[in-house]
């Protein structure tokens, strides 16, 4: 009753290990076992106790060969019950996979959540999520132990993961102001914290859990500064900033973007949310001076590659497309110079477009 909330639950196994209690809990769709993950992991079945571990397993699918109360297969309600330790007996050491150790929540060498597995009743399955619960004294029951958490406050636990781990950047040019303007295209981002140890890695918490989605959506595999980013969701509920702000240990790496004027996403409403695209090679300037000429906007851009194709717009010399040489060029333009200040009192704003620069004699 604790999981279902989150989704179809498909198979469940329990089992005793050690002095603890886990489970496997396989649900029919990935974004599922993502929210009950990231909405459970740390949360006390008891006030103060059972402390809930979970972590995204190695197995494709959880195999149920009996129906009791230590292991169910809901898709086949005509298994035999068993013993109440048969199930267990199977299963011997199963892998619990690498996510709980790692600091940043697995996404560096670890598989994404939501990589589809090769499963063999469907390959659309979630995948199983192991699940363990940290207590002093084994918590007994099975299920129906667990059950009786359904009556704590849901609504306490969160909204779903809205801070992403970026790895594989280039540590020598990326700063928290790229990280923010770049992800800043999906959702409005809160705060980003380059890791002092790992400066090729980051946490960047949004607003919304929807921009953090977005952004893994889109930004996964794009290339910056010559490598491609490694985006996933992160364990962390929140980016915390240095408790001295002088600390010199954090040296800029943690920035608070709360009160930015580039946020995209304030109006909930903005057209910003249904034109959301992968990076391409096209952008769109917006907030132009009218005297500004096309060669110098066409310089202004091509600091950062060739600009293959520029157009104002008919009705509006405010606005124009820029069409760079490759799509990194474009992503790199955009980082810099979306939110420059290009005239007093003007800071142009820069997006990935959808839109084509038609030749003359084109339709």
Known sequence: ?????????????????????????????????????SELEGQNIYAGCCTLNIQFSNLDVVTVKYNNDRSRDFTNPHLPSGNQDSSVAELGGIPMGPFGSSPFGGASA?????????????????????????????????????????????????????????????????????????FGVYGDVLRVKIMYNRKDTALVQFTLPSGAENAYNN???????????????SKHQQVALPKDSSNEGDSGLTKDFSGSPLHRFKNPNSKHTSHLI????????????????????????????????????????????????????????????????????????????????HKPGEA
């Open 110 to 182: 670890a598989p994404s959540p939501y990589s589809q597995p090769s499963s063999p009743v469907g390959g659309s399955m979630g995948g199983p999520m192991g699940m363990g619960g940290s207590m002093g004294g084994q918590m007994g029951g099975g299920m129906g132990g667990m059950g009786m958490a359904s009556g704590m406050g849901m609504a306490s636990l969160g909204m779903g993961p809205s801070v992403l781990i970026v790895s594989n950047m280039e540590e020598t040019r990326v700063t928290p102001d790229v990280i923010f303007t770049l």
């Open 1 to 37: 009753r604790v999981f279902k909330k989150y989704g179809v639950i498909l198979r469940i196994v329990t089992f005793s290990k050690g002095a603890t209690l886990q489970s496997l809990i396989e649900f029919d769709q990935v974004l599922a076992a993502i929210q009950a993950k």
């Open 219 to 233: 930004l996964n595999g794009v290339f910056l500064f010559g490598k491609p980013l490694k985006v996933n969701f």
């Open 278 to 357: 992968h990076p391409v090679d096209m952008l769109h300037v917006t907030n132009l001076p009218l005297d500004i000429s096309d060669e110098q906007v066409r310089g202004l851009f091509g600091q950062y590659g060739t600009v293959l194709g520029f157009k104002f717009f008919e009705q509006n010399r405010k606005m124009a497309l820029v069409q760079m040489g490759s799509v990194e060029e474009a992503t790199h333009a955009l980082v810099f110079l979306h939110g420059y200040k290009i005239a007093e009192g003007a800071h142009i704003r820069v997006s990935f477009s959808k839109s084509k620069i």
